[in-house]
């Protein structure tokens, strides 16, 4: 087996909010890195570049794209790839990433990550543009799985199929995102623990967890990701599923809306930590089963 | 569905609310939910979330109207105008125009400029950095050629003018203001330049003949041609105190002779 891919330490850190910048700074508190979304800092000067460029000196950095549309069918944006371009190399961040999505078509841009489907002809599409992408960033990236609430009677793979087959064709890495695949297999049943077993978990760059909310429609729930609330305890005992079995990686803890004081953030950072430990450690999950 | 770029058009079009009801035949149907349910979970997602990134660039515009036509307004607007680019920060560039259209918005006539100062704002806030030029900086040029210097604006300022008390309207409709006190709009027009110094964007009402020589000026005019143009507009033009509160308002960060 190769080596992982992971250029971050295989720790915790958090989404970087303008908010607790100047927490961050005065404090200082341990964490493995912060990550930003690539379009927050594609503007030539201001405040979100000063606070960066302070934060970039003392943490690790890792830049999350979230509008290239790697999964649309035409050609990729590419004054949008010259900006993604331009904020790598003002940052050289570690670590690079972007989603297995949807987002923008004949230039329209849909501000929502859209799965695609899996099959043959948009495995080569999303291979195109990965490659297009690493080749101007000069960088391998990491690709993010979904959080779905739908899929497409076209789909002749499977998720996990699909994602080893891009990671094969195009040289990408994988950003797993623990809870997208909690919230996928819970309205999809695409069997989160098949899903696991089945990825090259040397691909895997990074992990994310967030917290979503369910929202009734008729008689049913569906699981929305919102990046708004804490982990759920199924989420943290899938992540501590995928540590036993690949071993520890960078992990993110996203928080994008009612975004909590920094205190919040620091203390879900350092939870994600105890569950890796545990876990990499071979420790029983029913400690945190509360 | 004929090809993949079919199917995303139709779910663009379903999630802008243009028709689009073909990708309801692309969903698989599976499990508690109908495709058409599935579809609707994104469509809110793109109207509410872009909904919510149009407050949070327009502030005071919201302020004005309330959440509740804000929200309808912007919903209109972009399934009129679906956005282009992926930067927050450039997703209401047409909306000042949509709004100065906006039918129930017509007794608001000064809204369309109040949001276009919201945009000089934001625009100023991503500018690139330049350091101001010193107050002092003047005094390096030999008094009988000042005339001939020419200044370069910093790459935040922005100008809006418009028939409305603008500036007053948005200082007193700071998300922390408490209580705005009223603005009668008989007070007449202002012209505002919008400019970032340093990490603070600011916003201000220039007279008649100041607000000419300083848009002169950012357009690489001279100090003589742009303080003539001033006093055609307005005869009581000074240009020495003009030029003080030109250096000490730090709208400019390089002056040179030709």
Known sequence: MTSPIFTLPARAGIGLKPEHVAGLLEARPSLAFVEVHAENYMGAGGPPHRQLATIREVYPLSVHGVGLSLGGDEPLDLDHLEALAGVVERYEPEQVSEHLAWCRIDGHYLNDLLPIPYTDYSLNLICDHIDQTQTRLKRRILIENPAATLSYAESTMRESDFLIAMVKQSGCGLLLDVNNLFVSDSNLAIGAEDYIAALPGEAIGEIHLAGHHLKQIGNAEIRIDDHGSTVAPEVWSLYRDVIARFGRRPTLIEWDTDVPDLEVLLAEARTADRHAEFASLGGHADVFAS | ?258
């Open chain 2, 1 to 258: 569905m004929s090809s993949l770029r079919e199917l995303q058009r139709a779910m663009r079009d379903h999630a802008f609310d243009r028709g689009g009801t073909s990708a309801t035949a692309a969903i698989a149907d599976v499990h508690a939910f109908s495709p058409a349910e599935r579809l609707g979970i994104h469509r809110n997602a793109t109207l509410l979330g872009l909904g919510m990134a149009l407050r949070a660039s327009f502030p005071v515009t919201l302020r004005l109207v309330g959440e509740a036509f804000f929200d309808h307004m912007a919903r209109d607007f972009l399934i009129a105008a679906p956005p282009r680019d992926p930067r927050m920060s450039r997703l209401g560039l047409e909306f000042p125009a949509f709004v100065g259209g906006y039918p129930a918005a017509a007794g608001l006539p000064y809204l369309s400029d109040v949001a276009r100062l919201e945009v000089a704002w934001t625009h100023a806030y991503h500018a690139a950095e330049a350091a101001p030029l010193p107050p002092e900086a003047l005094l390096t040029f030999p008094e009988e050629r000042l005339g001939e210097v020419v200044l370069t604006p910093l790459p935040s300022l922005r100008f809006v003018a418009s028939a409305y008390p603008v500036a007053a309207i948005w200082h007193a409709n700071q998300p922390h203001h408490p209580e705005p006190e009223a603005i009668s709009l008989d007070a007449g027009g202002e012209m505002a330049v919008v400019w970032r110094p340093g990490d603070t964007v600011r916003v201000q009402a220039l007279g008649n003949g100041a607000f000419t020589f300083v848009m002169a000026l950012a357009t690489g005019q001279s100090l003589d041609t742009a303080w003539a143009g001033a006093l055609a507009l307005a005869p009581d033009f000074q240009l020495i105190p003009e030029l003080q509160a030109l250096l000490t308002a730090r709208w400019f960060s390089e002056a040179r002779l030709p």
